[in-house]
Every structure is written in structure tokens, then in C-alpha cells.
């Protein structure tokens, strides 16, 4: 991999701190009286929206709470619409794989129907889904490829019921799932609980990012929110979930995927081309947009390699979008030029690869880097990247202060051929935003997410930049389904927005599809949002209290605080 001595770090770069912590150049409304005043910096403080929330049917109405100050200049609203009137189904597997719930042939979706009230299910119904397509052209499918359909058999009061006729039609070859209708419906009445935490820009709070006692593992949003000292807190960043639905979990479920900078160091590196929240950046306190990070190495005789990520285990990058050679999976189909993404951009749900990577841990990660592979390689650095110890295979301690460079493939290899004891290697870090700006400032915190859901004030989902596709460039899950979400926000008077939407959750409330949440971000006066968590993520804790409902599957299940990487924080100042 030649590529990679080949690079050189301008004397203009930005250099974020990845071995010290210094950086160099580097409806109606509620029956309340309106007595919001100008602010003391000039601001309008924010106040309801004055229209319904755009969820479902015109009909249904607002129910707008009281209003809470957990701290001054901080409130937190909840908003609720709409009542349960959509019950559970079957959604069959599609033949001939009888792996897909959707189609995009309305012709193998009719002769299924026809097929199946011909053998004496006459409730089996074709239903239509057409949803918006993506703000990013380059993904978008032809114009015909954009509805898609599938085959329910039956309604059901219970899932109970449900279940019980899935079993009998198994046995005549039948699969299928059960779903609650409001899932996937093109139309639901709901209902919807939204809850909205509210950061004036003069607040009495400093906003962050942070994680629990040890970056490899997770926590749940209270327990971070414990260690933080923080009086609220949201989830941010997707991580690496111990979930059977994750079959390349790599051992360690507090990894974020995509970029995670605290305090201005960087424990995560950019999934690039991601969509990110950046606080006390280097163009204003509050900011959303598509990140890149790059960081190099140089040893003491000037070879340098790209580094490729940070607290993570070598050999595997979840979600692709990482830099310095990675490799596509065998499985990828293999498409046009511009298609499908490159291992160099963002693609969900899958898992690129590179055996010859070098990797950056701190001790924030925990005590010790991951155990490595035959031949792998951990070099021992100080707080001033002088080498003090080489030990392979890659496992041991990170020293207070220190961090370790872990190398696997060829990266074990130049770590060999360029580490000199008690000699000094030159790291480098620049984080860039599309135009090609630094971003970076000595307070900048980032957290991952994505896609955009508002942008300039209008509905804009960028989703093939954040890594949703498929064969054809979209990703159906994206727009058809409803889910719990996390969502984050600006306001043109520069208010914070922390939105938390429950989901799942039948005659409570049973989420949102990504068009839903970025009209209910606009509803909410956003100029630019975008998404953070999703699913059982969702979670919103103040004063150490939890205020939503966090919820894994669909159904009457207890509450249950899930376990994530990493969360936005308040403190009180």
C-alpha cells in the first residue's frame, strides 16, 4: 500500500489533538399567557409553533404540555397527536426467494395475490408504498423504481391472533412476519409523543459531548449523563451494538461509528461523507454538515503512514466510509460507476475490511488496547508520541498519559521497520467540512449521525451521502418505516434542539418515518436538523429522570434503557 507513505501534511493543516490535548494551527396554543422578551444577546426566545404538528391526517390536533425549566434558558415541551386506530397484520415473504417484504414489481406483488386467494386466502391484499425520494440525486433510482409493494394477510386486534394464523399458514409454505400496520402504513393516525428539549443560545448550560467511565464499553444516556455531572442529556452517535442483528460486531459496543471529538481530541474517526453535529466549532457555536477526518503518522526518519481510525479493533470499519485502502465485501453487488459507494463512503449495514491498518488508542478507550492477531504489533507512545515500549502480539496496557499505536498486516510491519526507542513519531489530524474548511477551534465537540433532515429551512434527506442504499441506491427501510428517532436542531434565532420522538409503542406512539421527522423538525422552527439515534437509542434523561419511553420492539414491553456510545450532554455552567 504504497498510497500511504506517499502522503504529506501541509504546514496549514488543522491538527486536532489525537496525542495531547493541545491543539495546534492544527391546533391551538397552550392556554398560557405570551410574556417571552427579547434575550440578552437579541435572540427571540423560542416559542410553540402556532399550526398542528404534521402527523397524519389534517384532522387530528395538537395537545400541547406545560412547559419546564430544567435550567435557565432551557425548557423542555412535549407534544402529543393523534389516537390508535391501526392494528397488526402479516407481511408475507415475497416468492421467489421468500426473503423481501417489498417489491418494486407491482406484477409479482399482484400475482401473488392472486395466487394466494386462489388456494383460498381471500384476505390477502396488495399494499402500495410510495414514499419521497432522497434530496442527494445521485442516489436516487429511475422515476419508476421509486414505489414499492407487498402482500398482508389479514388484520388482528392482538399480535396474539396474529400469531396464531402466521403458525397455520406455515404449514402450507407460507412466511411472513407479524407487524403492527402503523410500521409501514403510508397513513397512521398515530398516536405520537414528541418531546423537545430547548437550548437558548444565552443558556445557562455549556452543551457537549461524552461518553461513559470507558469508550469500549456502553452506557446507558443516565448513567453518561452521572459521569458528565450533566442535567440532561440526549443520545447521539450510532455505535457498535452486541446485537444479533450486527453479525460483524467487533467485541467492544461502546465504539461510535463515525466521528466523535471531545474537548477538541479525536476518539473517533469520521465515517466520511456522514452528517454530523458539530458545538464550539471553529465557525460558531453550533453547526450541521457532512465531515471528513484524515490523520497521519510521521516516524522519526519522515516515513508516514494514514492512520486509519481511533478506538477501534483493527481489520474491520462498520459502515465503511474510512480512508487508506479498505476493501468493499465479496458480497457487494457489483453495479455502475457511481452505483453503489466505493469502501471510501459511507454504506449502512455493511462492513468493509483492510488487514493492514493502524490504529490510534487512548485512555479514554480503557486500560488496555484489544488483544491482536499473530504478528500484530502495539507501539507505546508518552504524551509527547515518544516511543517507550514495542510489544506483539498487539494487547497490554495504555500507559496514563500515553497512547498506543496498534498495527496490523503492513501497518504492524512499518510500525517495525520505523519505531526508534525514546524517539519521537509527528501525528496530524484534519477535520474538513464540504467546502474545505477547518472546524476544529480548542472547545469543538462532534458526534455522528445522519442524514440531514432539514437544510436552509426546507425538508432535505440527504441520504446516499450518509450511507443508506441499496442496489438500485435506496434504502427502503430509510423512508417506510416507523421508528423511535433522536434528532438534533437549529433554529434561526440559534436555538439548540434535542427532539426525541417514542415509537413502537401501539396507543402510545409508534414513531416516525424520516420524512415525518424532518416535517416535524421544520414544524419546530429548525433552519437545519439532522438524525442521531434511531430505535431503541432513543432516549432523554433530565435531573437524572427518564422522560421518554426507549423501546426495542413493537409492542407492550417494559421500558428499557439501552446501552449506547455515547450521548450530548448540558451542564450547568
Known amino acids: ?240 451494538i452486541d446485537s444479533p442483528n450486527n453479525p460483524d460486531f467487533n467485541g467492544f459496543d461502546g465504539d461510535p461509528m463515525g466521528i466523535y471529538v471531545q474537548n477538541n481530541n479525536l476518539l473517533s474517526e469520521a465515517v466520511n461523507g456522514r452528517t454530523a453535529l458539530l458545538l464550539n466549532g471553529a465557525n460558531g457555536p453550533l453547526r450541521i454538515t457532512e465531515l471528513t477526518s484524515s490523520s497521519t503518522v510521521k516516524a522519526p526518519d519522515g516515513a508516514q503512514w494514514q492512520l486509519d481510525g481511533f478506538h477501534r479493533k483493527p481489520g474491520k470499519i462498520a459502515h465503511c466510509g474510512g480512508v487508506g485502502g479498505d476493501l468493499r465485501p465479496p458480497s457487494t453487488p457489483g453495479g455502475t460507476p457511481g452505483d453503489l459507494p466505493d469502501a471510501g463512503q459511507p454504506w449502512r449495514y455493511e462492513t468493509c475490511t483492510d488487514p493492514d491498518e493502524i490504529v490510534v488508542f487512548r485512555p479514554e478507550w480503557g486500560p488496555e488496547t484489544p488483544v491482536g492477531p499473530a504478528g500484530s504489533v502495539d507501539v507505546v507512545v508518552d504524551g509527547n508520541w515518544v516511543a517507550k515500549q514495542v510489544r506483539s502480539p498487539a494487547g497490554g496496557p495504555i500507559p496514563a498519559g500515553g497512547r498506543v499505536l496498534q498495527g496490523i498486516g503492513a501497518g504492524a510491519q512499518w510500525l517495525r521497520d520505523h519505531t526508534v526507542l525514546n524517539r519521537a513519531f509527528q501525528p496530524g489530524t484534519q477535520i474538513l467540512d464540504p467546502q474545505g474548511q477547518r472546524v476544529t477551534s480548542p472547545t469543538f465537540n462532534a458526534v455522528s449521525g445522519g442524514p440531514a433532515l432539514v437544510r436552509g429551512g426546507e425538508v432535505w434527506i440527504n ?43 401501539p396507543g402510545v406512539s409508534v414513531g416516525v418515518t424520516m420524512p415525518e421527522a424532518a416535517a416535524v423538525m421544520k414544524w419546530l422552527g429548525a433552519v437545519d436538523a439532522m438524525m442521531l439515534g434511531i430505535g431503541g437509542d432513543s432516549t432523554l434523561v433530565i435531573n437524572d429522570v427518564l422522560y421518554n419511553r426507549p423501546t426495542d420492539y413493537w409492542g407492550h414491553e417494559p421500558v428499557t434503557e439501552r446501552r449506547v456510545g455515547n450521548a450530548i450532554v448540558l451542564r450547568a455552567k
Open 463 to 505: 441520504a446516499g451521502a450518509n450511507g443508506y442504499r441499496s442496489r438500485d441506491g435506496y434504502h427502503t427501510s430509510l423512508f417506510l418505516d416507523r421508528h423511535p428517532r433522536t434528532l438534533a436542531g437549529i433554529t434561526a434565532a440559534g436555538q439548540l434542539l434535542l427532539v426525541v420522538i417514542d415509537g413502537r409503542r
Open 1 to 240: 500500500m504504497n498510497h500511504r507513505h506517499r502522503l504529506r501534511v501541509s504546514a496549514l493543516a488543522v491538527v486536532v489533538a489525537i496525542g495531547s490535548a493541545v491543539v495546534t494551527p492544527a391546533v391551538s396554543r397552550p392556554a398560557v399567557a405570551d410574556v417571552s422578551t427579547i434575550s440578552a444577546n437579541g435572540s427571540i426566545p423560542f416559542k410553540d409553533p402556532t399550526t398542528r404538528m404534521p402527523l397524519g391526517p389534517e384532522s387530528l390536533a395538537t395537545r400541547f404540555g406545560s412547559v419546564q425549566t430544567p435550567a435557565p434558558g432551557v425548557t423542555y415541551r412535549k407534544y402529543t397527536q393523534g389516537y390508535a386506530s391501526s392494528s397488526w397484520t402479516i407481511a408475507l415473504h415475497l416468492p421467489p426467494n421468500r426473503t423481501d417484504l417489498v417489491t418494486r414489481s407491482s406484477a409479482l406483488a399482484d400475482g401473488y395475490v392472486t395466487d394466494l386467494r386462489g388456494a383460498g386466502y381471500l384476505e390477502a391484499t396488495k399494499v402500495t408504498y410510495d414514499p419521497p425520494l432522497p434530496a442527494d440525486l445521485q442516489y436516487r433510482p429511475p422515476a419508476d423504481l421509486t414505489t414499492f409493494y407487498g402482500v398482508h394477510l389479514g388484520t388482528f386486534g392482538d399480535t396474539a391472533s396474529a400469531e396464531t394464523r402466521l403458525a397455520e399458514v406455515k404449514r402450507a409454505g407460507i412466511t411472513g412476519i407479524v407487524e403492527h400496520e402503523a410500521f409501514r402504513e403510508q397513513v397512521s393516525t398515530g398516536p405520537w409523543e414528541v418531546r423537545a428539549l430547548v437550548v437558548e443560545p444565552d443558556a445557562a448550560v455549556t452543551i457537549g459531548a461524552a461518553h461513559g467511565p470507558e469508550l469500549r464499553g456502553a452506557d446507558t444516556v443516565r448513567a453518561i449523563a452521572r459521569h458528565a455531572d450533566a442535567l440532561a442529556a440526549v443520545n447521539a452517535s450510532e455505535f457498535d
